[in-house]
């Protein structure tokens, strides 16, 4: 399992960095989680094939997680017209609205795409990779997914209201060979009471702004000093898995 972070700023873009938008390749087929950016540019800039993406998994709906989806459908959608995602979106009503921006376009009618909404559980299972949603508190409707694929498992928190209270409980009870967390809304050391009570063998801490950069650099050095290798990533940054 490869990860690049494509985008890895907070609410709004940055110098040299994107929103969060974070792309994942298993055996030939790629997914995304967040598109907060424009992913098909993100894409062709690595020569990757627009068809391979199979599975598009939004935390929530604020524009630093999702202003880049229309753009996909709507370049897939008269372009690359054989790519054919499921779209796991937490507000499904979104697709009424891009169907709406599909019209203004005058390109084309929007064609069928597969959207589905996010609800608790087991969202996606392709035989190459499954994702499992878990309910947070940063909004009416927010995310964390469980990724697990090549006997791997990955948590992305989303944006969370805070560790101490809506940290995913099912990744707490496993073994997590990466955990990507966000430190946007709170202090990254709110994260240690809590990865005290996880198995995680690598920490990466994306989504923050320079405000919480004390608090991440000190976080990711007491990890490492417990022999918890952490991260701070930024645009372009690839982590095998």
């Not at 996606?124 to 508190?137: E, H, N, R, S």
């Not at 009570?197 to 417990?226: A, E, G």
Request: with cysteine; net charge negative; hydrophobic share 40%.
């Amino acid at each position: 399992m490869r990860i690049t972070f494509i985008g890895t700023s907070h609410g709004v873009p940055e110098a040299h960095r994107k929103c969060s938008c974070t792309m994942i390749e298993v055996g030939g087929n790629i997914y995304f989680v967040d598109m907060g950016t424009h992913a098909i540019e993100g894409m062709r800039d690595r020569n990757l094939p627009i068809e391979a993406v199979k599975g598009i998994f939004i935390t929530h709906m604020h524009g630093d997680h999702s202003n880049g989806l229309i753009p996909f459908i709507d370049i897939c959608n008269w372009f690359f017209i054989d790519t054919d995602p499921l779209i796991c979106i937490p507000n499904i009503e979104a697709v009424d609205i891009i169907k709406k921006w599909q019209d203004i376009t005058l390109v084309s009618p929007l064609r069928e795409f597969r959207f589905k909404e996010t609800k608790e559980g087991v969202i996606f299972d392709d035989g190459v990779l499954k994702v499992t949603a878990v309910a947070t508190q940063h909004c009416l409707n927010s995310y964390s997914y469980i990724l697990e694929a090549e006997g791997k498992t990955v948590l992305f928190t989303g944006d969370l209201r805070n560790p101490g209270i809506d940290f995913p409980a099912p990744a707490m009870e496993r073994e997590l060979d990466l955990a990507i967390c966000e430190a946007a809304h709170f202090s990254a050391l709110d994260y240690l009471p809590v990865f005290e009570k996880c198995k995680i063998r690598k920490v990466c801490i994306n989504h923050n702004f320079d405000l919480q950069l004390p608090s991440v650099l000190t976080l990711c050095d007491t990890l490492n000093q417990k022999g918890i290798p952490c991260v701070r990533v930024l645009d372009n940054a690839i982590i095998d898995v």
